[in-house]
């Protein structure tokens, strides 16, 4: 284990084994329907990469990048995009594909500016779920774990952008941070 980390959440072994388990779900309500990953850069490049691997129907990618104007920002819930959507989304069913559910203000944002893009469905899977953070009502349709208020690094999640090639989801060290 990294020595910033205080605590393993989830190892390699059981995110593998539940990344899995949601990729046969996906595949499995989307069969027969036109699919689109959409990730949300950086942190869910991992997610995105094992989660799409374990998809087992035809399905296409995209990448967006966004950022919050400021750090009180996160607050007012606007966003800035970085890197639009390559593809067009008409009817098709878009997966927004996160690395971690906090406030909730990011995907909430995203979901309405995907949904005018004449898609048929949109829909969000996430690894991470942090409910007792949430300010606006957006909730999940898929989530690999739920977890506490504490500060986590790994498999794609960062502080200030370190740790996110960790293999295992873990909470940081409070000295690191100095919190
Ligand atoms: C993280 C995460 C989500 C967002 C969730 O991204 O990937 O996009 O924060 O937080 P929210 O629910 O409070 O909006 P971040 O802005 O840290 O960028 P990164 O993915 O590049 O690390």
């Known amino acids: 284990m990294h020595q910033d980390v205080e605590r393993i959440l989830f190892s390699q072994k059981e995110i593998a084994a539940k990344v899995k388990e949601v990729g046969a779900k996906i595949s499995e309500d989307y069969a027969g329907k036109e699919l689109v990953l959409v990730s949300v850069l950086k942190g869910s490049v991992v997610f995105m990469a094992d989660l799409m691997r374990a998809i087992t129907i035809p399905c296409s990618i995209d990448f967006m990048s966004v950022s919050s104007y400021g750090k009180g920002v996160r607050s007012s819930g606007v966003?800035?995009?970085?890197?639009?959507?390559?593809?067009?989304?008409?009817?098709?069913?878009?997966?927004?594909?996160?690395?971690?559910?906090?406030?909730?203000?990011?995907?909430?944002?995203?979901?309405?500016?995907i949904s005018q893009k004449g898609e048929?469905?949109?829909?969000?899977?996430?690894?991470?779920?942090?409910?007792?953070?949430?300010?606006?009502?957006?909730?999940?349709?898929?989530?690999?774990?739920?977890?506490?208020?504490?500060?986590?690094?790994?498999?794609?999640?960062?502080?200030?952008?370190?740790?996110?090639?960790?293999?295992?989801?873990?909470?940081?060290?409070?000295?690191?941070?100095?919190?």
């Open 79 to 113: 966003v800035r995009i970085r890197k639009d959507l390559d593809e067009q989304l008409e009817g098709k069913h878009v997966l927004i594909v996160e690395d971690i559910l906090d406030s909730g203000l990011t995907l909430s944002y995203l979901r309405e500016y």
């Open 120 to 179: 048929e469905s949109v829909r969000i899977v996430t690894m991470l779920d942090k409910p007792s953070r949430r300010r606006v009502a957006v909730y999940p349709d898929y989530t690999c774990f739920t977890v506490p208020d504490a500060f986590i690094v790994g498999y794609g999640l960062d502080y200030n952008e370190i740790y996110r090639n960790l293999p295992y989801v873990g909470v940081l060290r409070p000295e690191v941070y100095g919190g």
